[in-house]
């Protein structure tokens, strides 16, 4: 089954309301583990709406799996994370006024420079995967700048408001994880994924790992931490 990794973020969301020390994503990323979690996303953004500099620090020397820094492409993060080193680095597109990211990077009109960026990460031994809507050119874009990850942005298959139009988002990222799986990437998906529409894109036997955090923070609020992700990965499982 694939493995469920927990982003974070809104643990901060809800400390920098108050610009307070609580709740501590710190230890919101040790919860997360005990209960499970093969991994800790956190996208430090460029206007540090969430996640500070020192969170990241700290979940570098905290996370016993696997650490996901979530980045814009730009000089800025990628120097942040040579010194921090992740795990790995999922490049993902990032605009100021978005409350969530909003749709898949494009690659395809950024060959060199996305290749020169890759690379000088993986220099660094820090993995890369880059976060792509489900489409055929996006896909042939990650192989050739030689990223080792794609994750598959399933908003639409979330947001989706009829059954037919969910079936039919659902088939395209299935075509676009089997396309991706066979030019030797490994697969994620990842975004709007909560404990209604978890299971089938967990039943794509070569997506190897499910990125979630919102669902997970919000059901954590009323359950637990620990039990939240539980949950959630009994869904995987099941």
């Known amino acids: 089954m694939p493995r469920l990794s927990v982003n974070i973020d809104h643990i901060a969301t809800l400390r920098q309301a108050r610009k307070g020390r609580e709740p501590d994503p710190i230890g919101a990323s040790v919860i997360a583990e005990l209960a499970g979690a093969a991994g800790i996303i956190v996208h430090l953004r460029e206007d540090r709406r969430h996640i500070q500099d020192r969170d990241l620090r700290l979940l570098r020397n905290i996370v016993q799996t696997k650490l996901n820094m979530e980045m814009a492409a730009t000089e800025e993060m990628q120097r942040i994370a040579l010194e921090v080193k992740p795990d790995l680095s999922t490049l993902v597109p990032e605009k100021r006024v978005e409350l969530t990211t909003e749709g898949g990077l494009e690659i395809a009109a950024r060959i060199d420079f996305m290749k020169s960026y890759v690379s000088r990460l993986q220099q660094g031994d820090i993995s890369v995967s880059l976060f792509i809507d489900?489409?055929?050119?996006?896909?042939?874009?990650?192989?050739?700048?030689?990223?080792?990850?794609?994750?598959?942005?399933?908003?639409?298959?979330?947001?989706?408001?009829?059954?037919?139009?969910?079936?039919?988002?659902?088939?395209?990222?299935?075509?676009?994880?089997?396309?991706?799986?066979?030019?030797?990437?490994?697969?994620?998906?990842?975004?709007?994924?909560?404990y209604l529409n978890v299971q089938d894109i967990a039943k794509i036997s070569v997506v190897e790992e499910l990125n979630i955090g919102h669902s997970i923070i919000s059901r954590a609020a009323l359950v637990g931490l620990e039990r939240a992700v539980r949950e959630m990965i009994a869904l995987i499982g099941n």
């Open 134 to 194: 489900p489409d055929e050119k996006q896909i042939a874009a990650a192989k050739k700048i030689g990223a080792e990850w794609v994750e598959f942005h399933t908003g639409a298959y979330a947001n989706a408001k009829s059954e037919k139009d969910r079936t039919g988002e659902l088939l395209k990222i299935t075509e676009a994880a089997e396309l991706a799986a066979s030019l030797g990437l490994r697969v994620g998906a990842g975004h709007g994924l909560n």
